[in-house]
Structure formats: structure tokens, C-alpha cells
């Protein structure tokens, strides 16, 4: 017979935090975990819940745009401000933009895994604040005065 393995838990009950790893409503070890939802009672979206996933999903899809927007920059003739970057893109395009990518996905989904700590939403805005700032000057120079 096949011994079933379960969690044992070491926070309180009011501070289970489990839906960072397992899908909602879904069972591990015959235990099962509630579905959450971003919505109360009457339908309104509870932001406060929701905002790690926006944070996150912007984070995401600023460092693609600035891969594509600093490949731009780089064949319109532009310099790679970051020394370490500028270095990657001098040996491989593709190796610059895979390293980037990696870099700042793992980051991504640290501070996912760690969304119910104050400090990693801080994280993930000031991160996605300068996402948002780096992708304006992209913008900036390379739509407007070029």
C-alpha cells in the first residue's frame, strides 16, 4: 500500500497562503484548496488582490517591449547604456535579449511567489514603475526624434 504524502502547515490559520503554487480548486493529497477570486460578495473586484497579478503581468510585458525596442535602438545605430547588457549585445543579439529575459523573469516570479509580503508588491511596482519610465524614453527617442 502507497503511503500518501501531505502538507503540514507551520503558519496559523488565517495565514495560509497556498494559491502561489497549486491552481485553484484544485486537491494535492486529498486536500482541498479553496478556489480564490478577486471578486466579492456583490460582484466588485477586490484590488488589493488583483494588483500583484496586474504588477506581474505588466512586469512581463515591459521587458519583452524593451528587448524588441533596445534591438530597434541597437541596428538605428544607439549604444546600450548598461555596460554588462552592452557587452552581451556585442557578442549575440539573440543571447542579450534571452539573458534579459531570464533575468528579469526570475525576478518576476520571485516576487510572485512572495506577492502576500508587503514588500515584494513594493517590489514589483517599483520594478514595473521603471519598466513603464524606460519604455516611455524608448518611446521617446526612437518614435519622436528619430
Not at 460578495?41 to 496586474?54: D, K, Q, T
Not at 524588441?68 to 555596460?83: D, V
Not at 528579469?104 to 514595473?128: D, E, I, N, Q, S
Amino acid at each position: 500500500m502507497q503511503k500518501v504524502q501531505t502538507l503540514h502547515w507551520s503558519l496559523s490559520e488565517d495565514r495560509r497562503v497556498l494559491s502561489s503554487w497549486f491552481p485553484a480548486g484544485r486537491q494535492l493529497a486529498g486536500i482541498d484548496f479553496p478556489s480564490t477570486s478577486t471578486r466579492n460578495l456583490f460582484g466588485e473586484v477586490n484590488w488589493r488582490e488583483s494588483l500583484p497579478l496586474i504588477l506581474a503581468a505588466l512586469l512581463v510585458t515591459f521587458n519583452l517591449l524593451d528587448s524588441l525596442l533596445t534591438a530597434r535602438a541597437l541596428s538605428l545605430g544607439f549604444a546600450e547604456a548598461n555596460p554588462v547588457m552592452a557587452g552581451l549585445f556585442s557578442m549575440s543579439l539573440p543571447m542579450g535579449m534571452f539573458f534579459k529575459s531570464v533575468v528579469v523573469g526570475t525576478g518576476a516570479l520571485f516576487l510572485w511567489k512572495y506577492r502576500h509580503l508587503p514588500v515584494a508588491v513594493r517590489g514589483m511596482t517599483g520594478a514595473t514603475a521603471c519598466y513603464g519610465a524606460v519604455i516611455l524614453y524608448h518611446l521617446y527617442f526612437q518614435m519622436i526624434v528619430f
